[in-house]
């Protein structure tokens, strides 16, 4: 899987749109990019994933760079629930015949402040 | 309801006592999967299952056993508590060939004293 790294905190305004970086300038052309967040102590909860054009569900927006080797995650409005570490990781789709732990780095702490 | 459920929520035990953790999920899914997280040391995959009669051990299965009842449901044992498998243990569940996304339960924290 290739290296991520993302800033250790951030801080935004409750209301405001969160935008959490990621490095991945090793990613290989058949690496996803897949974003996870986790409250503290709460399960760990998939957010949006995406190979290549950007992506945008419910929860969030996936923005990937052209050269695939920085993607960023847009919460558009944020509130204070949302404070959780963001996790970003690469791999390759999984396939129909083997599973892999996830490996979370020490992601982003984004806190919303009121 | 939670797509994914797991009881008990909180657990405190003996060492040497057997102990059994639940996870249900109504999502469909045919994978399941359960991991273990401690401080510092990340999301540690157990045991995980294609199906009702598939079980693999994951990184860290010494010590555990899982049964897989159904599926919808997949539940850990520890046969003899020790005080190192206190740790917050997360069931998580994935559909077939998107085994990347992967849907947690709210975790269950496990103290053997």
């Known amino acids: 899987d290739a290296k991520t790294t993302q800033p250790t905190s951030m801080d935004c305004a409750e209301g405001r749109a969160a935008n959490l970086p990621c490095n991945h300038s090793?990613?290989?052309?058949?690496?996803?990019v897949y974003w996870y967040r986790q409250i503290h102590s709460q399960g760990p909860q998939y957010i949006i994933h995406?190979?290549?054009n950007n992506e945008t569900n419910e929860m969030a927006s996936l923005i990937i760079t052209e050269d695939r080797k920085s993607s960023t995650l847009i919460l558009p409005h944020a509130t204070l629930r949302d404070t959780a570490v963001y996790y970003c990781i690469v791999r390759d789709f999984i396939s129909s015949g083997s599973a892999r732990q996830l490996t979370f780095g020490s992601g982003t702490q984004l806190t919303v402040l009121p | 309801d939670a797509d994914v459920t797991q009881t008990p929520r909180n657990r405190i035990t003996k060492t040497g006592k057997r102990i059994m953790l639940e996870c249900s999920q109504t999502k469909g899914h045919d994978r399941m999967y359960w991991y273990r997280q401690d401080p510092g040391l990340g999301l540690r995959l157990i045991y995980y299952s294609f199906d009702v009669k598939d079980i693999n051990k994951g990184e860290i299965s010494d010590g555990y056993s899982v049964s897989r009842q159904a599926q919808a449901k997949f539940s850990l044992s520890l046969e003899s508590a020790i005080p190192n498998q206190t740790a917050l243990y997360f069931c998580a569940t994935s559909d077939f060939g998107h085994g990347n996304e992967q849907y947690f339960g709210p975790g269950t924290r496990l103290t053997v004293t």
């Open positions: 090793t990613i290989s052309g058949n690496e996803y």
């Open positions: 995406g190979l290549k």
